[in-house]
């Protein structure tokens, strides 16, 4: 038996139990397509990734990750996780305070800032594109979104790898009472060839977040997400676009607003998105490693 090192994590919260899991396979080296399938299928977690030495120069690392049915080209707390777990291994080094990931999407940066417990990973994301715009009265979205409070941005399909239905609801206290319909997301998800739906509100006044968000990803799989880097960072890209933002851009012209996501599942994951001057846009939080071991495969 080979012996593998072998993390579980959870990925955007300050505190155990808040965030969103994440299983690390640190040497992914000699195993097949099928077995790193068998890996994610057994985890059970949401995502599970492999790390294996790069094959190109500018990059810190190479990964690919899987969910429990199929692997996914990218994802952004998987991204964000296996940052945290490669630096406490020692695996790589940031340069100037950046990461290189090697991945199905390319190389992306991860910036590193701060150490242990206050150390925060964000990862630019790979750009996402407005796929289509809808109305509210979209008989598409009319079973998935009936009797939600509908807010004044009109829904989107937005496209950054993987396809969300983005639908800005009323308020926060709207946004927590919602009951989804496993049904009709899930049809919506099939026919629309996305993931489901990602529902935001603004917050209430006097919270420390400036969005409470929630993913309802449909097709067979039919659950709440607990933290959803790439799905946030699919609304930063479009409330840039509509020049929506919460605040303004800073000197340096950053615009960066905070995203409360998961309560409603148990969870309290919180994330940070940025919009930098050039208008991408990077998704990161806290990690901690909860689990440490080895697998036997």
């Known amino acids: 038996m080979v012996s593998r090192r072998f993390l579980q994590l959870d990925v955007f919260s300050p505190y155990s139990g808040a965030g969103n899991p994440l299983a690390v396979v640190l040497d992914g080296e000699g195993l097949s397509d099928a077995r790193m399938q068998a890996i994610a299928r057994w985890t059970g977690l949401p995502e599970t990734t492999f790390v294996f030495p790069p094959t190109r120069a500018e990059a810190s690392y190479a990964l690919r990750m899987f969910s429990p049915q199929s692997e996914v ?11 945290h777990a490669v630096l406490e291994a020692g ?3 940031p340069r100037e305070g950046v990461l290189v990931q090697e991945g199905i999407a390319g190389l992306l940066p991860l910036r590193v800032d701060g150490t242990d ?4 990973i964000a990862i630019r994301t ?3 594109k407005v796929a289509e715009v809808a109305t509210h009265d979209d008989a598409r979205l009319r079973d998935a979104t009936r009797n939600w409070n509908s807010g004044n941005l009109p829904p989107v399909l937005m496209d950054g790898g993987r396809r ?3 639908v800005e609801v009323r308020d926060e206290s709207s946004l927590r009472s919602i009951k989804p319909d496993w049904d009709a997301i899930s049809g919506l998800a099939e026919s629309t060839d996305s993931m489901g739906v990602f529902a935001y509100a603004k917050a209430d006044a006097g919270q420390a977040f400036d969005f409470a968000v929630r993913a309802f990803v449909g097709n067979k799989r039919r659950f709440e997400d607990a933290a959803s880097g790439a799905a946030n960072a699919m609304l930063a890209a479009w409330l840039d676009e509509r020049d929506a933002l ?15 996501q998961g309560r409603e599942i148990g969870f309290d994951a919180q994330l940070a998105l940025i919009i930098d001057a050039q208008g991408d846009v990077w998704s990161g939080g806290q990690s901690r490693t909860l689990i440490r071991g080895e697998l036997d495969w």
Do not use: K, Y
């Open 164 to 166: 969300w239905w983005l």
């Open 117 to 120: 417990a206050a150390q925060t």
């Open 73 to 83: 080209p990218f994802a952004g707390h998987p991204s964000v996780g296996t940052a």
């Open 246 to 260: 919460p605040r303004p851009r800073d000197a340096h012209g950053n615009a960066r607003f905070t995203v409360s």
């Open 91 to 93: 695996i790589a080094q």
């Open 126 to 128: 790979p750009r996402a």
